[in-house]
């Protein structure tokens, strides 16, 4: 069964640097999405991402967060300049059409922690 | 201002039908209502979507009211493998913004 993929598992990093994670969506899905979940907290949407471009943001999603399709399988999450509070799981999903529409597809997530 | 709320936890026992409800409003005229599940370390994982009235797969059922305003996921005879975080997802939509709205989750604890 088809599966995504992210990278890597657990990512440690100083308060100010800058962090990339990555993900491997479903082949064949166009729709890609990236999420947050704080210890014993909900799951809080980030992004979507269609046709090489965001669809639609959170208000969490603020400059310092960025995603690029560098290729035709990658797609990655950049926080430019961590901060304690950005320490979460960070779960990338793909769906074959809009959310809304159809089940979403998750990884099994990037335990980030800021230090 | 966009609301979705589900209750905290719930216990059950085996074999026992449980209703799980998410309460939302603002919900965008157009888009589905999802339910997901999530164990611990791991990504949620799709359980069932609908638009409205019922919906049924080989895992759940899902109610939803004339006004959308709310959703109840039905589990039929739960085991203890349904212990998890449930989750239901909306799409509100406040002042012309859609955002992907997961709801607060609600913890089901199986007992035997």
């Known amino acids: 069964e088809p599966e995504v993929t992210q990278t890597p598992s657990h990512q440690v990093t100083q308060m100010g640097q800058e962090v990339i994670l990555r993900c491997v969506p479903i082949?064949?899905?166009?729709?890609f999405y990236w999420y947050r979940q704080i210890l014993g907290q909900k799951v809080e949407f980030l992004v979507s991402?269609?046709?090489?471009?965001?669809?639609?943001k959170s208000e969490i999603f603020d400059d310092q967060f960025s995603v690029e399709r560098p290729d035709g399988s990658n797609f990655t999450l950049k926080i430019r300049s961590t901060k304690l509070e950005d320490s979460a799981m960070y779960f990338c999903?793909?769906?074959?059409?809009?959310?809304?529409?159809?089940?979403?597809?998750f990884g099994p997530g990037t335990r980030l922690t800021v230090t | 201002l966009a609301k979705t709320t589900q209750p905290i936890s719930m216990d059950s026992y085996e074999g026992q039908e449980v209703n799980i409800t998410c309460s939302h409003n603002?919900?965008?005229?157009?888009?589905?209502i999802t339910w997901y599940q999530q164990f611990p370390s791991q990504g949620p994982r799709f359980i069932i979507q609908?638009?409205?009235t019922k919906v049924t797969n080989e895992v759940a059922s899902l109610f939803i009211p004339a006004d959308r305003k709310s959703s109840t996921l039905s589990l039929p005879r739960v085991s203890l493998s349904d212990t998890a975080v449930y989750y239901c997802?909306?799409?509100?939509?406040?002042?012309?913004?859609?955002?992907?709205?997961f709801g607060s989750g609600t913890r089901l604890q199986v007992q035997p």
């Open positions: 999903a793909s769906s074959e059409v809009a959310a809304s529409r159809n089940e979403q597809y």
């Open positions: 991402f269609y046709n090489n471009e965001i669809s639609e």
């Open positions: 082949s064949n899905h166009l729709y």
């Open positions: 609908g638009y409205k």
């Open positions: 997802l909306v799409v509100h939509s406040d002042t012309g913004r859609r955002a992907l709205t």
């Open positions: 603002n919900i965008a005229t157009n888009d589905y």
